[in-house]
DNA sequence: CTGTTAGCGCCTTCAG
DNA sequence: CTGAAGGCGCTAACAG
């Protein structure tokens, strides 16, 4: 019924090796002995049998990509440029392309691994995890060794977005610099003149939500060594007016709420992402507080929605398409990975109108 | 270097169809001889070598799940949820697990047909296509013949959120009811009392675009041949305040100062989607104009978004994960068809703040 | 430049 | 319930 790569050398009369030697274009055929089979090839409406290719060569054409959710477009854009970036290799023919899929863990770290198993089942050609880690020790080791055999088999591996890991089986690290983010973000606040700020962080296990947040201490505890005076912020205040959450719209919105319960005297909100922001910021009008006058909000990442909430989100601006674009360049093996495999990418503070001086 | 099931067989004294029987459950194995296998499966870690048993068994665990745009959360909530059906129905040892892969288009039509050539190519167990499909009769053909051969090699195939096909290649289609979800909110904003309606559509060529325009304008047709009087819309005026644009937000913008240039007196505009009504709504309010008082505008799909726009938006809600799980469902062959094989999902009207009478 | 020859690792009848 | 044997469709050395 299916037609295989013995019928079309049968009716380009020739042999099989000659058609898959046209078909994966690596290695040199005469032209008119090509033309004749991908004529055949066409008149036969002949497709690759992906399975048998890649039993008989040891590698597929597969590439992953693991996000946390696939809802949310912080991880949407990133793997819609690797995707793009991975796919726009193909030569045009049926021979370069690579199938570049993503799949999603929900951030759970057993489909996490059970995908990386799937994956390595299927012997792809390349990996790419990007999104924030999981801070617990079992998994990380659990990962490092599934990456490692993912390595062995001669998958290559990229993380994206995502802390640098021990071992060696990683091919390149593209690393968001949160802390630095988070640092610039609050800096900005105390700069305004805000003193009483309050955090909605996210998960506590994340890297992400640690690494922004430690930011986010940083500059508090520099501005109070320096600043002294009984109105500067202090560790243990600090530890008050942070609540954890989710990365949820419906998280910030709650725990919004109760920061302002704690402390009334709030002029500033800092959320650990845009969608929490957003959440942050419906609580604090519920509140009948205005935004910025009374209370300034900002979020972390830009997502493409943040311009255009009211008022317009002061944010720290990730590259998420060039990261993604860089991550599936670098899974392809078409970029050279940074000198020690790891790249750390800065954030960018971007003022917008939902933050402002304090009132007086 | 890598152990496979010969090894696994060695270590635990069996044959190796023994321990292809044990992996793949299908078939009576002693419970003590299973023991042993399985024991020797995670002591050698072994991992089953997906190429070589898809080629053997010609089929594999691969199902594919088509969207158009990634980074919208529109296709990420219907694959998560399908990509989440299909993963759970793992029997949680190594056998059962589908790998759900999802793939971005980017809306574009060759870049569809490329996947499901690389999809056909690795045999796919299954295909979930979803969102709006082109118009274009050459890629409707050329998509169908696609589809047609996929089915032929045992794929299943199924539709989510787009409209029935010719043929008979397709498993199952779950449709949503774009029209009658575009009638209801036209109805809702003439029962407001709004006679000055515009309509900021998506690409002209996409069949949701269409669809969704066809609904205004039923809902517009039926109020103008009941209402009667000079002020009621006719099909001209209809046209006159149309625009068509992408489904981004910026088109949203865009189209709205276009429309609010052509006819200052509107009282409402309707968008195409939520993405694009934000747009819309930056548009009216850059113009001095107050939602809804001045202006009312409306969304289409409910994305999670909407309701924390400001104000909540006024939109159709449309049950993307049920959708997508039920997608996912049918795919693996765990819910049965609808008779026909077509079901039409109905949109709900969701009303909110966003949409309110004209001024007088 | 092209044909021949062996497998790649697994599943699946067919016997026992 | 278990073992033996053949082949799935393709690629990768080797020869020529």
């Known amino acids: 019924m299916t037609v295989t790569l013995a019928d079309v050398a049968a009716r380009a009369r020739v042999s099989p090796a000659t058609v898959s030697r046209v078909l994966n274009g690596n290695y040199p055929v005469a032209a008119s002995t090509r033309e004749r089979v991908l004529r055949a090839v066409d008149e036969l409406d002949y497709v690759l049998n992906g399975p048998a290719s890649a039993l008989a060569a040891a590698t597929s054409d597969l590439v992953g990509i693991l996000v946390n959710d696939i809802a949310d477009p912080f991880f949407g854009i990133m793997a819609g440029a690797a995707q793009s970036a991975i796919g726009d290799t193909g030569t045009g023919r049926a021979g370069g392309e690579k199938l570049a899929v993503v799949c999603n863990t929900g951030g759970s770290p057993e489909r996490e691994l059970t995908y990386l198993t799937l994956l390595q089942r299927q ?54 610099d949160n802390r630095g983010g988070g640092r610039l973000l609050t800096e900005h606040l105390l700069a305004l003149g805000h003193r009483r700020i309050g955090y909605v962080a996210g998960p506590a296990e994340r890297s992400t939500t640690r690494d922004r947040l430690e930011g986010h201490r ?130 960018e503070l971007t003022v917008r109108a939902s933050t402002a001086p304090p009132r007086a």
């Not at 990962?143 to 490692?148: C, P």
């Not at 725990?255 to 845009?274: H, K, W, Y």
């Not at 922001?277 to 209370?295: K, N, W, Y």
Request: proline letters at 8%.
């Open 123 to 176: 012997r792809a050609a390349a990996v790419v995890v990007t999104g924030g880690a999981l801070d617990d020790p079992a998994h990380i080791a659990a990962l490092t060794a599934k990456l490692a055999k993912l390595a062995d088999a001669g998958t290559r591996v990229v993380l994206c977005g995502r802390p640098p890991m021990p071992g060696d089986a990683v091919t390149a690290t593209l690393a968001f």
């Open 218 to 347: 940083e500059a508090l505890a520099a501005a109070g060594a320096s600043g002294g005076g009984p109105d500067a912020p202090g560790d243990g205040a600090a530890d008050r007016l942070t609540v954890h959450g989710p990365y949820t719209r419906a998280a910030g919105y709650e725990a919004t709420r109760e920061l302002l319960a704690r402390d009334p005297s709030l002029t500033a909100v800092v959320a650990a992402n845009d969608t929490v922001a957003l959440g942050a910021c419906a609580a604090v009008r519920e509140a009948g507080l205005r935004i910025p006058q009374d209370v300034s909000v900002a979020g972390f990442d830009d997502l493409p929605f943040s311009v255009d909430a009211v008022p317009a989100l002061t944010t720290v601006r990730l590259p998420l398409h060039e990261a993604g674009v860089r991550a599936g360049r670098l899974a392809m093996g078409t970029d050279t990975p940074p000198p020690g495999g790891v790249e750390t990418i800065a954030g």
